[in-house]
């Protein structure tokens, strides 16, 4: 099964901002930035699984996250590098600014 990753080239910052905007999709970048993959279903913020694979979508499509689908099991990462070089100082400056680590 493919999944929609856009080109993060093509994807509006406002996009970007829009996704990181909200505090469980923030809570999802916070868990990824110190850098590997993690099995979709792992994440807990207090929310269904309906509502946290919705928050993943929106990471995946405004172009913050990469999905590997493996089996039944999805892995998503964060885009960090790319972001980095797209966006410099971005996604450190909104960790930061929330009390997140960069």
Not at 16 to 34: H, W, Y
Not at 58 to 74: D, K, N, P, Q
């Amino acid at each position: 099964m493919e999944l929609h990753e856009p080109e993060l080239r093509e994807v509006p910052v406002t996009a970007v901002l829009a996704a990181l905007a909200d505090d469980v999709r923030l809570q999802i970048v916070r868990t990824l930035a110190p850098g590997g993959e993690q099995a979709c279903g792992s994440f807990e913020f207090g929310v269904s699984k309906a509502t946290r694979s919705h928050h993943l979508k929106v990471l995946r499509e405004a172009g913050l996250t990469r999905t590997r689908v493996a089996g039944t099991t999805r892995y998503v990462r964060l885009r960090r590098e790319e972001l980095d070089r797209l966006y410099p100082g971005l996604l450190d400056a909104v960790l930061a600014e929330r009390g997140g680590v960069a």
